[in-house]
């Protein structure tokens, strides 16, 4: 390993962490937010949609400007827009301010999560083994750090922007700085070979991946948005207690990516994501019959340590399909993401004011197991690209030292 890629790898782990810190401070006072501007029950999954359509947008968009443009630098400034949007939601005082905030937010976090992710499946490749999960792993610590901020918050009663201002003022110009030291594939070729350039990224190939990606954001969206509403409308907590859930989420989804790599490594990304998709599903009934907050949180804690794995292992397993393409490959996934919350957030809203919201856990459960299904995706993939060229072979991640 060159000192040019540890410092890639460290710098862009610090922009996961950060973007882990974003997000939360913003899911975890949705209820805050509804209070502040007068968002309504009915009017919030509308809100809730708006940000990953917005951020869809935003990860195409990034598909077509890594033609001509490094993923680094959409990264360097996307992720300051991302923060000061964060600021905006906090500091507005009408619902027009809001949308305007929230609108800045999706589109600015599409460009960001495409383009850390294509630096992650590069890195990995020049890295030669699984290193994903530990970036987010990074995003997961900077949850926990962005719902103890936020419970601090919630806890001392204090404003939205007050919350959101020094975290801001810290973070906006550590980012800058640190990316000074992003890498991108291979240390800058071509911008056409980054963009893969002669491959072609054919969607059926991709399809079951997007499926797992759709999927594993429903679960997802269903703890980021929907965690605090329940723990404190159907379980009975205090606003205080209701920001937990979404903390020890993110502490479980810590601890299983920490480990994460090494399980892949040992026993194969198939039999990983096999296991946390039955985890998950064991999250969500748990959640479902859950009779108090304290059950509840239990629930919370068997979804992180089973989600944890799907995202960084879909990324990774598309950039192993399209080895040449890997940055429009992950751009096409990472919009499935938003689909995920897309799907998910309206999905859980609507069933529980039509039904209940202990009925709605229930079909995320169901759709996680879907993964089982399209578990053999993560597998090596046989060369698929025409003109009698075999593509390199890579041993699964975890079956050589090589593998990816």
Same mark, same amino acid.
């Given at each position: 390993?060159t000192d040019?890629?540890?410092r ?5 782990a610090?922009?996961f962490l950060?973007?882990?810190v974003a997000?939360?401070?913003l899911?975890?006072?949705i =209820? @805050?937010i &509804?209070?502040r501007?007068g968002?309504?029950d009915a009017?919030?999954?509308?809100f809730?949609?708006?940000?990953p359509i917005?951020? +869809?947008v935003?990860s195409v $968009?990034t ?5 001509r ?8 400034w996307?992720q300051?827009v ?5 600021l905006g939601?906090g500091?507005g005082e009408?619902?027009?301010?809001l949308?305007?905030?929230?609108a800045a ?5 599409g460009?960001?999560? @495409? ?9 990995q490749?020049?890295?030669g ?6 970036? #987010? ?5 900077g ?5 103890s ?5 919630a #806890?001392? /009663?204090?404003?939205l ?7 801001v ?10 990316s000074?030291?992003y *890498? ?6 071509a ?11 054919v969607?059926?190939w991709?399809?079951p991946?997007c499926l797992?990606? $759709?999927?594993a954001y429903?679960g /997802?969206s $269903?703890?980021?948005n929907?965690s605090?509403?329940?723990l404190k409308?159907?379980?009975?907590s205090?606003? &205080? ?10 502490v479980? $989804?810590?601890? +299983?990516?920490?480990i994460? /790599? ?6 194969? @990304?198939v039999?990983? *994501? ?7 599903a064991g999250?969500?009934a748990?959640?479902? %019959?859950?009779?108090g907050?304290?059950?509840g949180?239990l629930g919370?804690t ?5 989600l944890?794995?799907?995202v =960084?292992?879909?990324f ?6 399209f =080895?040449g393409?890997?940055?429009?490959a992950?751009?096409r996934?990472n ?5 995920g919350?897309l799907i +998910?957030s309206?999905l ?6 039509a ?16 993964t089982? %299904?399209?578990a ?7 060369d698929?690209?025409g +003109?009698? #060229?075999?593509?390199p072979r890579t041993a ?9």
């Amino acid at each position: 390993m060159t000192d040019v890629l540890r410092r890639g790898r460290a710098s862009l782990a610090f922009s996961f962490l950060v973007q882990g810190v974003a997000f939360a401070l913003l899911v975890t006072r949705i =209820p @805050a937010i &509804q209070d502040r501007y007068g968002v309504s029950d009915a009017l919030l999954p509308a809100f809730l949609a708006a940000v990953p359509i917005l951020a +869809g947008v935003g990860s195409v $968009t990034t598909e077509r400007l890594v033609k001509r443009v490094r993923p680094s630098m959409l990264l360097r400034w996307s992720q300051p827009v991302v923060l000061l949007a964060l600021l905006g939601v906090g500091a507005g005082e009408r619902m027009v301010e809001l949308g305007v905030a929230l609108a800045a937010f999706g589109l600015a976090v599409g460009m960001l999560d @495409a383009s850390m992710n294509m630096l992650g499946v590069s890195l990995q490749r020049s890295y030669g083994r699984s290193i994903m999960l530990s970036f #987010h792993a990074a995003y997961s610590l900077g949850g926990i750090a962005g719902a103890s901020l936020a419970w601090v918050g919630a #806890h001392w /009663d204090l404003a939205l922007w007050v919350s959101y201002l020094p975290v801001v003022a810290l973070l906006l110009p550590a980012v800058l700085v640190g990316s000074r030291w992003y *890498v991108d594939d291979g240390a800058a070729p071509a911008v056409a070979e980054r963009a893969g350039e002669g491959q072609v990224v054919v969607f059926k190939w991709l399809l079951p991946l997007c499926l797992v990606m $759709t999927v594993a954001y429903i679960g /997802d969206s $269903t703890v980021s948005n929907w965690s605090a509403k329940y723990l404190k409308d159907v379980l009975g907590s205090s606003e &205080q207690m209701a920001t937990v859930p979404y903390n020890v989420y993110m502490v479980t $989804t810590l601890l +299983g990516r920490a480990i994460g /790599d090494l399980g892949v490594r040992r026993f194969g @990304a198939v039999s990983v *994501v096999r296991g946390g998709a039955l985890v998950a599903a064991g999250g969500f009934a748990v959640v479902a %019959v859950a009779p108090g907050a304290w059950v509840g949180m239990l629930g919370f804690t068997l979804l992180g340590l089973g989600l944890c794995v799907l995202v =960084p292992q879909t990324f990774a397993a598309a950039g192993r399909l399209f =080895p040449g393409a890997s940055d429009a490959a992950v751009a096409r996934l990472n919009v499935f993401n938003y689909v995920g919350f897309l799907i +998910g957030s309206p999905l859980v809203g609507a069933l529980g004011d039509a039904w209940s919201y202990r009925g709605a856990m229930v079909v995320p459960m169901v759709l996680v197991l879907v993964t089982l %299904v399209y578990a053999r995706s993560f597998a090596p993939q046989p060369d698929r690209y025409g +003109g009698g #060229h075999e593509r390199p072979r890579t041993a699964d991640v975890g079956r050589g030292s090589n593998g990816l």
